[in-house]
């Protein structure tokens, strides 16, 4: 509202944006998806593209009725105008999401929900942007200049100088960058290489990690060991674990040790009377994280076991 400085066009903006998410919808419904949390991900990530689209579509068409022309003439030639270019971006977005068809396991079925979203999302946006946003501003946006300038009042003419003003810095900086093509251009090779370079000192990981507040140990003594041995060994590391995490960072420690042979043994790492895992629960108000006390837990097993 504020950047179209039109409360009428905006509701065009709303409108596209609501049949991009239903093509989205759509889309995921025909192809099986659910709404979760890596479908709804997918449009928070393009949410942004699909109002761009509309507003590009919509700015340009405003141009052409700031000239004085007809409302008709406008969303015609305004939306002509950005068709190539609007589809070149939303094009662009969809194509980053293909290498998700080539990956594998966990990552593929987690990320695949995703990058559907996304396209699904960009195709409507683009249909919407082309088709329903200038048949709106055809019938709801008024042709001439006095129009223009009623939709432009008060502080929102502050905000559409600020806009022009940001307009022509830019402009401004694009001829200086047109005069230095070569300096420009080779500036961006060297950053590109660098690039390469430093690719390799950056570590990957499926997800990043967060402090979920608790860890898991699982211990495993010699094959065979009785339970009452498995036990008395349980009782002696859970004392260990108290002495090696601060009091103020621990909450409480769950040991299982054995397995009941049946159903209740699909529900536990165990294995045999050999195992034991522990449940180490943090606080909420914990100093450190529990990758701290992992890290200070296994130096201690180390060196002690």
């Not at 987690?110 to 960009?122: D, E, I, P």
């Not at 390799?200 to 495993?220: C, I, K, Q, W, Y």
């Not at 299982?256 to 034991?276: E, H, L, M, R």
């Amino acid at each position: 509202f504020l950047f179209l400085g039109d409360a009428v066009a905006t509701v065009g903006v709303v409108i596209s944006l609501s049949l991009s998410l239903l093509v989205a919808f759509l889309g995921l419904s025909a192809m099986g998806e659910t709404l979760n949390a890596m479908t709804l991900g997918g449009l928070a990530l393009c949410i942004g593209v699909l109002v761009d689209n509309s507003i590009v579509v919509l700015e340009n068409i405003s141009k052409k009725l700031d000239q004085g022309k007809s409302s008709a003439l406008s969303a015609l030639e305004g939306a002509s105008e950005v068709a190539m270019p609007v589809l070149a971006s939303t094009l662009a977005t969809i194509i980053v999401f293909i290498p998700v068809v080539f990956l594998k396991g966990i990552t593929r079925i987690l990320f695949s929900s995703l990058a559907k979203s996304v396209v699904f999302a960009m195709i409507g946006s683009y249909f919407a942007a082309m088709a329903v946003i200038p048949l709106f501003a055809a019938h709801a946006l008024k042709g001439g200049q006095h129009q223009a300038a009623a939709r432009r009042h008060g502080f929102l003419q502050l905000i559409r100088r600020a806009v022009d003003a940001l307009t022509r810095m830019y402009r401004h900086h694009l001829n200086i960058a047109l005069e230095y093509r070569a300096l420009v251009l080779g500036g961006c090779g060297v950053l590109l290489i660098a690039g390469f370079f430093l690719a390799g000192h950056v570590g990957t990981e499926l997800f990043p990690r967060a402090d979920s507040g608790n860890f898991v140990l699982e211990m495993r003594l010699p094959t065979g060991t009785r339970i009452e041995k498995t036990t008395e060994f349980a009782h002696e590391l859970d004392g260990k674990l108290r002495q090696w995490i601060d009091p103020h960072d621990l909450s409480m420690i769950i040991a299982n040790a054995g397995v009941y042979y049946g159903y209740p043994a699909a529900f536990t790492p165990n294995s045999g009377t050999q195992d034991v895992f522990f449940i180490v629960d943090l606080t909420e108000e914990r100093h450190h994280t529990s990758q701290y006390w992992v890290t200070r837990v296994r130096a201690h097993l180390d060196k002690e076991y």
